[in-house]
């Protein structure tokens, strides 16, 4: 049964009418007269089809077999059967929906018979053994069967018509899907108006896409019916098995076409995904000579579409063995990911298509791809980052199943007798995965932030899995702190994930505190010192006594002995194993080096998120609300595991509740209550006993400055509002501040003023003023000096109403005393004149003692009276020298004189705030009995006719003009021109004058001059005479005495505030304290001009570049803030920056600086110029300044600015335009760096043909200009030199004709020239000239002065 195949498989469907095929478009019999006669036709042919699949169903395999001696005819497939199919095939686009189904059914049940057929051949295979046995001798047996001929060529033509309905079907599903996609859009925007219809065709639709998916299915079960057929029986269907690769490979090219469509699981599971899965690897399995046109066809696929990826990693594990998926990944190692090729576009997209696939065939196949990691490994150094992202991926997948399989054939192995094999294998596989580790690690710091981030990603997994190795956690972790200062968000956001895992993931204790390990370490390096081994002490101590009698060696060269000594015993112990039968004293020695070890691990651990600090603060002050979220998540962590840096950290991070947005107030809120309210790993959820949450409040406001309070205040605030906080955790609070003693009293009550702050009824009661009039304000107070606990009492009883004057009410009473102990505390009765912590400790107490006096008490003006005239007392009434005082009580009034001064100010606005707020109400209230027709008398009418007469003289408006106008008068003259306090206001200006150095003491100086600045921010005409004063005092301040400079610059603020045109002229003074030494004045100018820029009290002028150098200063707040503040103006809609860019840039090229610093400051400022506009203008203006320049350093300078700039078509046009400004500095080399930078940048954005070739021209005129400009330097250089030259040897002639006169005076003046001859002549050499004549020597001198006489002239 064998010969050539009758039915190759053609190339397309129309070669079927050519030979050897001969088939018509129609059979002769065809009848297409009309529409039913045409359908009638094709039902006549599917009845044909259907008739010969009832005969092949009865009869099998026999229906092909022919008996010997006959000829081998197709009785069954004959030329009328296959006809029919090619009519019906080639139409089936245009047949009847029924006619097609019964179509595609015909063909299905065909392809199922022909399949069942070569399965089960049945009575012709044993037939034909028996003829094979009695022909060859019973040699053979069932795999010598081969089917006929005739069954091949049926065989053949039914799968490819199969193959070409299916082929059809997929192509008008991708067409129908194109066209929906282009006219959903347009369609949505339609009316409604034949919704009716509309829904009667979505019906018709959705039965047709039924019965489309219905025959999609059929199709593809019965070619993968097919294809496993041919796969398991190819024996059968074949001699030898040697495939048809035309009727082989049919099944996958359809299925490359379905998994195209296979884009998610709805369109997979109608595609038929998962059959020409199973089609493709059979076809693999039983056709290893299509293996490469199956690698061929698949990467092609990879290439193309997205979603390829992760079907043909599943196909590879389908694939019995590792050959289709190591044949991939050697295609994938020999692609070409360079830049040179022409289609760059489409190669970067397949590289993206391909580089998943990596990474999905290392989770289900991790063995493959690791034992081919060898081509992969060198895309490593490639350019594509996301090849190198699936590398890195891929190792993750790779470790995570190793150390799995790895522990599993631990516990396997047990017992096992090939124990060297198993060895080798363990130490072989721990060298890999070294390496591997080395290479996640280095990838951490790729040039691609996506590559870095993903090899962070794969390293939490391991750590998230337990498959990261104990010598590699020290490791990683000092790499995830260390990215945490990575440019990139997404970096810095994995890496903070990885710290949170590597604590919740750590192979030590629960806790993490260094101190107990501290503790333990030194603990047992005592123990082991103590029980060194006799060899190794006996060392120890002989190389001590050496150092000891040696007397150059030290201390250090001692305990470098010791730490020798100790690390010896712990080697040798390690050294010794366990088997071997060890003494007591030597397995607890043991025992000790391995807790050692562990703690000193544990330490280190510790230390390395101690020490960085420094970094998660910065996380914390990000711009971007992710790594603030990821900080403070960490932070709540680090907490439930006793890390210090977690109650500091989340103490900084309480400033953030001060944020613009809303989620990170949300976060700090919610990482505040997991740390210090609710249990640890609860989420908030369940809270910890009062006790608990007391305590932990305490320590919180303990050690907090004043900014930190203020967060917390906030926090805690927000808290009470929200009934967060229990009201026990009051109470015991309560209790403490009535116990306690020292500063605990003084945080309790603290706390309980900062609750107070969002509900006062925790301290606005009677009961509850008394305790605190008892806990902070009663004799405890007095007898210890607790200005602590008094600030935190006056801090608290801000939050209390005014008290009304009713001396039956028992709050009034208990307000009244506490009035009383407030007035003397404010009079500082109980201060120590000798102390001066004392009453630096005061100032604190005594203003918030004034603030409560003017919070609580119906005439705070009298109380303040009250209080001066006691000072006043104090001071001058009871000193027996009138003309000496207390330097400290001095302090003391002067700092309450100006306190209270400033709070009149503001009392007075506020009685004028209630006058405006209470005619405002009586207007509101006259209006709403207006218009409800309210009027019962005739008064009531008559009070309503004056006050419309009122209105429309406007009467009101100027009894409310009247009002403001006395409340300035008030403020302008009354307080400090004619009231009390005008009558010190000369004291005070003498003091701080101090014009002969009277006053030396810092505290006194300190409190006069706040007390100046507070008084000159009451009147206009106060402040304006005294300025001149204040700026003299900054400028003649002592240079230790940071405290008052930095009071002044503060003071500068607020008077620039209230008065900013009498500030106007002194505004470059306060710029120059920015270069004051004192870090502390530094930062508080800097703070100050922040806020009075920013607010437009001040504006941006030149002086903007002593700002700009703040950029670099030592001190990281100042240059955080300077940053802080350009990034504000950057968001200006007027483009200050950009206004400022060239003063800045001109005055920073004239000072003195660094060039690494000039640049670092233009590049941060230059980044903020976006709009093309803005580069255009600044690059025309930088060009335009090169002739301005005389140093070629400013030059370069210039030229890196540009460089910076973003690049456009004008730009370059300006560049070409005035190369004659710049020409002559292209010679140096930083100089034409910086514009070659800049062609190279236009390069890569240049699209129009015509900019390309200016672009070329210029980059020719730079190396001219620059070649030509270094000649000319060279031979300007070599010119200098030579005059150099010559100079210094027409110098050395001169030296030598000078000394050549001398000797010819000396000579001429000698009195025995003879003796002189002669003595010469008898020292002379033998081979000496004899001595010339008197004569030539006179000649001599005469051509030597002539000489001398020319290089004069």
Not at 512 to 529: C, D, F, G, I, T
């Amino acid at each position: 049964m064998s010969g050539s195949p009758t039915f190759p498989i053609p190339a397309s469907l129309q070669e079927l009418e050519s030979a050897p095929y001969n088939l018509l478009p129609y059979p002769n019999d065809f009848e297409d007269d009309d529409e039913a006669a045409r359908a009638e036709s094709f039902h006549k042919l599917i009845r044909v089809v259907e008739a010969g699949n009832r005969s092949l169903i009865s009869n099998g395999l026999g229906l092909f077999e022919v008996p010997d001696g006959e000829e081998d005819l197709d009785a069954w497939n004959d030329t009328e059967r296959i006809q029919a199919l090619y009519t019906l095939v080639r139409k089936s686009d245009s047949l009847a929906p029924a006619t097609r189904t019964r179509l595609v059914k015909a063909l299905c049940d065909a392809v199922h018979g022909l399949s069942e057929a070569l399965a089960n051949p049945g009575a012709v295979m044993a037939q034909t053994q028996q003829s094979n046995d009695g022909e060859e001798g019973g040699v053979g047996g069932a795999n010598s069967f081969v089917v006929s001929q005739s069954f091949r060529d049926a065989m053949a033509c039914h799968i490819y018509m199969l193959f070409t309905v299916m082929f059809l079907t997929e192509s008008k599903e991708k067409l129908g899907k194109s066209l929906n996609a282009g006219t959903s859009s347009s369609s949505s925007g339609r009316g409604g108006s034949k919704s009716k219809s509309k829904s009667s065709k979505s019906k018709g639709q959705n039965t047709e896409v039924e019965d489309l998916a219905a025959s999609r299915a059929a199709c593809a079960e019965a070619m993968h019916h097919a294809s496993l057929a041919m796969s398991e029986h190819k024996s059968r269907l074949w001699r030898r098995g040697v495939v048809d690769e035309a009727i082989v490979g049919l099944p996958c090219r359809i299925a490359y076409q379905m998994l195209e469509s296979s884009t998610g699981v709805i369109a997979r599971k109608a595609s038929s995904g998962d059959a020409a899965l199973q089609m493709i690897a059979a076809t693999v399995d039983s056709a290893p000579c299509l293996l490469n046109t199956v690698v061929a066809a698949l990467v092609d696929l990879l290439h193309t579409y997205d979603h390829i990826a992760p079907l043909v990693a599943e196909l590879c594990c389908i694939v019995n063995g590792q050959v289709l998926a190591t044949e991939l990944l050697r295609e994938i190692g020999r692609l070409d990911t360079t830049e040179g090729s022409n289609d760059t576009g489409n190669k970067a997209s397949g590289i993206k298509n391909i580089a998943p696939f990596i990474s999905e065939l290392a989770a289900v196949r991790p063995r493959v791809v690791l034992s081919n990691i060898s081509l992969l490994l060198p895309h490593l150094d490639s350019e594509p980052y996301i090849m190198r992202s699936a590398i890195v991926n891929s190792i993750g997948h790779i470790l995570v199943r190793e150390d799995q399989t790895l522990m599993e054939n631990k516990d396997d192995e047990e017992g096992s007798d090939e124990e060297s094999k198993d060895e080798r294998h363990v130490v072989n596989m721990a060298k890999t995965r070294t390496s591997l580790f080395d290479i996640l690690c280095d990838r951490t710091c790729d040039i691609t932030s996506f590559t870095r981030g993903a090899a962070l990603k794969v390293l939490n997994d391991l750590t998230e899995k337990q498959s990261l190795p104990l010598d590699r956690i020290m490791p990683v972790t000092a790499i995830a702190i260390d990215r945490l200062q990575d440019k990139a968000v997404m970096v810095r956001r994995y890496a903070m994930q990885l710290l949170t895992s590597l604590l919740e993931n750590n192979p030590f204790m629960g806790m993490l505190n260094p101190e107990p390990y501290r503790e333990k370490v030194r603990e047992l390096e005592a123990y082991l010192k103590c029980n060194i081994p006799e060899e190794i002490l006996k060392a120890r101590d002989t190389a001590l006594e050496e150092a000891k009698n040696d007397e150059s060696q030290g201390e250090r060269e001692l305990h470098e002995i010791e730490s020798a000594a100790l690390a010896a015993a712990i080697a040798d112990a390690e050294a010794k194993k366990e088997e071997e039968a060890l003494s007591e004293a030597e397995s607890t020695f043991l025992a000790k080096v391995r807790a050692l070890k562990f703690a000193s691990q544990a330490l280190a651990f510790t230390e390395l998120f101690e020490n960085s600090n420094a970094s998660f603060r910065t996380m914390l002050m990000s711009s971007n609300s992710s790594d603030v979220t990821e900080a403070l998540r960490f932070f709540v962590r680090a907490k439930h595991f006793g890390l210090p840096c977690a109650v500091t950290g989340t103490k900084k991070a309480l400033a953030l509740m001060w944020s613009n947005e809303t989620n990170i107030q949300e976060e700090v809120l919610r990482a505040f209550i997991e740390v210090f309210v609710a249990e640890p790993g609860t989420e908030g959820k369940e809270l910890l006993p009062e006790n608990q949450i007391a305590q932990n409040l305490l320590d919180l406001v303990r050690e907090a400055n004043v900014s930190e309070l203020a967060s917390i205040e906030e926090a805690l605030g927000r808290l009470v509002k929200k009934e967060i906080i229990p009201p026990d955790v009051f109470s015991v609070l309560w209790a403490i501040a009535s116990q306690a003693r020292g500063e605990l009293r003084a945080s309790a009550v603290l706390v309980i003023s900062m609750a107070a702050s969002a509900d006062p009824n925790i301290v606005d009661s009677a009961y509850r003023l008394q305790n605190l009039y008892d806990a902070g304000l009663g004799d405890h107070i007095e007898e210890n000096h607790d200005w602590k606990t008094a600030r935190s009492a006056a801090c608290a009883l801000q939050r209390v109403a005014r008290a009304k004057v009713d001396p039956s009410s028992a709050k009034y009473i208990i307000l009244d005393l506490i009035s009383e102990r407030l007035v003397a505390i404010a009079r500082g009765d109980w201060c120590d004149d000798a102390n001066v912590d004392d009453t630096n400790a005061w100032f604190c107490a005594a203003e918030q003692s004034i603030n409560a006096i003017f919070t609580i008490c119906p005439s705070p003006e009298k109380v303040s009276m009250e209080i001066l005239l006691g000072h006043q007392q104090v001071i001058f009434g009871s000193s027996d020298d009138s003309s000496t005082a207390s330097t400290l009580r001095l302090a003391r009034f002067f700092f309450v004189l100006g306190h209270i001064a400033l709070k009149l100010l503001m009392y007075t606005e506020v009685l004028s705030s209630s006058v405006r707020r209470a005619n405002a109400a009586k207007t509101v209230k006259k209006q709403e009995s207006a218009s409800t027709g309210a009027t019962e008398n005739s008064e009531s009418k008559e009070d309503e006719g004056d006050d419309a007469i009122e209105a429309e003289l406007g009467l009101a408006a100027q009894a409310e003009a009247e009002t403001e106008r006395k409340v300035a008068e008030i403020s302008e003259n009354e307080i400090v021109g004619r009231g009390i306090i005008s009558l010190f206001t000369p004291m005070l200006l003498r003091v701080v004058a101090n014009e002969n150095g009277t006053y030396s003491s810092p505290v006194l100086m300190q409190s006069a001059t706040l007390a100046l600045c507070k008084c000159m921010c009451i009147s206009k005409s106060f402040c304006e005479k005294h300025l001149s004063l204040l700026f003299s005092v900054l400028a003649k301040a002592p240079n230790d005495d940071q405290d008052l400079r930095a009071n002044i610059v503060v003071a500068l603020g607020d008077l620039a505030f209230r008065f900013p045109n009498e500030l106007e002229p002194y505004t470059p003074k306060i710029y120059a304290c920015l270069r004051d030494k004192s870090i502390r004045v530094r930062r508080h100018t800097l703070m100050v001009l922040t806020h009075l820029i920013l607010n437009d009290m001040v504006k941006v002028k030149g002086q903007v570049c002593e700002i700009a150098l703040c950029l670099q200063d030592n001190e990281s707040t100042i240059r955080d803030m300077a940053r802080l503040l350009f990034h504000e103006l950057s968001k200006r809609t007027n483009s200050p920056i950009y206004n400022l860019l060239p003063d800045i840039v001109s005055q920073l090229s004239q000072l003195d600086l660094k060039q690494e610093v000039f640049r670092e400051i233009m590049q941060f400022l230059l980044s903020f110029i976006k709009k093309d506009r803005q580069n255009e203008m600044l690059l025309e203006k930088l060009v335009l300044r090169f002739p301005k320049c005389t140093t070629i350093n400013q030059k370069a300078d210039l030229a890196y600015c540009i460089a910076q700039l973003k690049v456009n078509e004008k730009g370059i046009k300006c560049l070409n335009d005035n190369f004659k400004l710049y020409k002559d500095a292209l010679f140096d080399e930083d100089v034409l760096k910086n514009f070659m930078s800049f062609i190279a940048k236009a390069k890569k954005n240049a699209t129009k043909p015509e900019t390309k070739q200016t672009l070329q021209e210029l980059e020719e005129k730079f190396t001219e200009c620059a070649a030509a400009g270094m000649e000319n330097v060279n031979a300007s250089k070599k010119a200098a030199r030579a005059k150099k030259r010559a100079a210094r040897r027409v110098a050395r002639k001169k030296v030598e004709w000078d000394e050549s006169e001398e000797e010819e005076n000396a000579e001429a003046s000698d009195p025995e020239p003879e003796d002189f001859e002669e003595v010469d002549e008898e020292n002379r050499p033998a081979n000496a000239q004899p001595v010339k004549s008197e004569r030539s020597s006179t000649t001599k001198r005469r051509s030597g002065r002539s000489r001398s006489a020319a290089l004069t002239a």
